[in-house]
């Protein structure tokens, strides 16, 4: 059995698209809140949980990260001892400070449902998102209560782009650009500190990063929390919208040789479902696509909207590091329309025409042989 073989890289579409019949509204919307040590997370975090905004919000701070103010003003420790206590604030929301990757916070929290709408979930300056992100798509028990909403990043205006262009050594990513590269929104923060000039060089080489991802830039982290919440990134409903911005998104350009980029392409026609399959998993799991120097493509985000063979609904293209994962959306291809598929990578090594010939090459081939 499949499933068996290889349980955490098995795509999980068919479990999710029975879960999510009755609607995502039933379940819990996490977000993940991650950003560079100083860009502002904290300050965020605290302005949530302190601020009357009326939304019912359950906060999980990582206590690896900076200090936060708000556990000392809330003076949760017992002679020293941090432990996994929820908290009820003042403005409504919920506080919880926990020492791992937050699982265990919120399988706890979900004990006392009706008392929140929604769950942020902290991570740690230097962690990967991904790695948290798809804990909620791997864990069906998680996944059956809520759903992941949305990656936001917090990036500081004043060293940001020192931070995004850093060189690493060979074989290692910069993690603040790989956060930048999972985000779906991004927050510039202290953009009172740098001149506009300063500004627009961070913005773009946030840009040219992720040509996806949708940017705010504030003060001291005060946002409107309608931009950072109900995101419905890696959900069916993001169909119209994905459709629209899909067909803005350009190319980019590397800041550095070995920098993260965004690469789109457009192909025309149908495809059979099991050959979309085999393209994702070479270029996620077998990590069997070169560039044109021999490096191995390194996709860290993956999205799109394709043309299966034989369903009416537009399908969405989900994938973080190695898991991924097809959903029909609610959006029907009209008769008139011309039917395409339309695929976003972000990654490091990506080569635009090398990753479309191949797209091609493996849905092409296979329709002969068919």
Known sequence: MEDEDCPDLVPIGAARAEETEPGPGRKIPVTIITGYLGAGKTTLLNYILTEQHNKRIAVILNEFGEGSAVEKSLAISQGGELYEEWLELRNGCLCCSVKDNGVKAIENLMQKRGKFDYILLETTGLADPGAVA???????????????DGIVSVVDAK???QHLTEEKPEGLVNEASRQVALADLVIINKTDLVSGEELNRVRTSVRSINGLVKILETQRSRVDLSYVLDLHAFDSLSGISLQKKLEHVKTTHAHLDKGIITVTFEVPGNIKEENLNLFIQNLLWEKNVKDKSGRTMDVIRLKGLVSIQGKSH??????????YDLEETAVTWKEDEKRTNRLVLIGRNLDKEIIKEVFIATVREKQGNS
């Open 314 to 323: 537009q399908v969405i293209v989900q994938g973080v590091h190695e898991l």
């Open 159 to 161: 060293h940001g782009l």
């Open 134 to 148: 798809s804990m909620f798509w791997v864990d069906s028990e998680l996944g059956s209560d809520i759903y992941l």
